[in-house]
């Protein structure tokens, strides 16, 4: 899995001062595998890193957390953190390797409102792991269009009336 921390807006310490500087975010898949950005020096409340994290996604992780901390003199704090669903971003309709663009609500150790947090998420198949790619025939239609391969249809629900006359 590739997430890259973007940014984040709104970062509040004890929910009241703005962040000054010295900000990072931890992202955890599960209690044994973690990465971290750098800290961001100059972004405070609005800090910014675009950092890209490379990390295992357990088969049976079902969140991704991400934490935005403090640096401080004495000890580091947590600001604020997001649960992140797997299913956010992973399975259903989306091809392989699609990027996600994704913002989360951060909540601090008393679950309250503390900022937001923005992500792009890609799963990266291993070729081990990717299944063999099937070869369809080649057909040729009308004019000489090429029409192999598969077509992916999602339904889509409709508000509008027919109308008979």
């Not at 997430?3 to 807006?9: F, K, L, Y």
């Not at 599960?30 to 750098?38: A, L």
């Not at 259903?92 to 923005?118: A, Q």
Request: glycine share 8%; hydrophobic share 35%; net charge positive.
């Amino acid at each position: 899995m590739e997430i890259t921390v973007i940014s984040a807006e709104g970062l509040r310490v004890n929910s009241r001062k703005p962040v000054k500087k010295n900000a990072y975010v931890v992202v955890r898949t599960d209690s044994k595998n973690s990465e971290m950005t750098r800290v961001d020096t100059e972004g405070g409340s609005f800090s910014t890193w675009n950092q890209k994290l490379v990390m295992n996604l357990p088969a049976q992780a079902r969140f991704v957390t991400v934490e935005v901390h403090c640096k401080g003199s004495s000890a580091d704090r947590v600001i604020g953190t997001a649960r992140v669903p797997v299913s956010d971003f992973s399975g259903g309709l989306t091809p392989e390797s699609y990027l996600h663009f994704l913002s989360y609500r951060l909540r601090d150790e008393k679950g309250e409102r503390n900022g937001i947090v923005n992500l792009s998420v890609r799963m990266k198949v291993s070729v081990m792991a990717a299944p063999q790619q099937r070869t369809w025939p080649e057909t040729v239609v009308g004019g000489g269009w090429d029409c192999s391969g598969v077509v992916v249809g999602v339904p889509v629900h409709s508000s509008y009336r027919t109308v008979q006359v």
